[in-house]
Every structure is written in C-alpha cells, then in structure tokens.
C-alpha cells in the first residue's frame, strides 16, 4: 500500500513528502486524474489553453485535430474539473479552470528532462 504522499507545492519549488496513508477512494480519485492526463490530446488541449480562453474551432484550428475529437477531450475535462466552459451566444470558451496541473505537468517534465540528460551523458561516455 501506498504510504506516502507527494506534495507538489512546496514554497521551494521541490517536492516534498509526507508520510501519510492514502484512503483507497483518494487512491481511486489520484489514479482517476492521472488517467485523465494520460491521453496526449488532452494534455495538448491543455498546453493550448494556457492562460487564455478559446472555443472549440480555435482549438481545433491551433490543435490540428478533429472537431468530434477535440469535443470529446473537452468534455472529459470538463467533467473533471480541470477546465471550464463559459457561453457567449452560439459560441462556448474553455479555459483552465485547475491550474494545479501546470504544476504537475511542469514536475513531470522536469524530472523526464533530468532522466534524459543523465541516460545522454551516460552514452557519451561509452563512446
């Protein structure tokens, strides 16, 4: 069983842990969001948001993908809590309404960054 917790906001910028246990339903709830971001449209949706808002065309424009395709992922989102949709006429903007996985994201990417720059110099050296 999972006995730790990492927490992610750290006034350093580092990840810290704490040696909590995990009910099973947070258990459920963490893995639920992780399968949520494992699907790369979404994060891609994500990425395209930022901090601005746009509507589905936008996204389909900037994204590259489908309309029914882009639908689907914002709705997963949506359903999630991760963005949020404001109605102007015909039209319906999203923007990130969880900035919490700029976050997550960003300690994803650091660490991968990290990973890859340590398995880059260890083939150098076998050269």
Not at 16 to 40: G, Y
Not at 92 to 114: H, M, N, P
Request: hydrophobic share 40%.
């Amino acid at each position: 069983m999972i006995d730790r917790q990492v927490d992610f906001i750290n006034h350093m910028g580092k990840a810290t842990i704490r040696k909590e246990k995990l009910s099973d339903a947070a258990l459920v709830m963490v893995a639920n969001r992780f399968r949520l971001l494992a699907e790369p449209t979404r994060l891609k949706i994500l990425q395209t948001l930022g901090t601005a808002e746009m509507n589905v065309s936008e996204l389909v424009e900037t994204t590259g993908s489908g309309q029914p395709n882009i639908s689907k992922h914002l709705g997963a989102l949506l359903e999630a809590g991760v963005v949020e949709r404001r109605k102007e006429g015909l039209n319906a903007y999203y923007r990130v309404a969880d900035e919490s996985i700029f976050e997550l994201c960003d300690s994803v990417c650091t660490r991968l960054k990290t990973q890859l720059e340590t398995r880059q110099n260890a083939l150098t050296r076998t050269l």
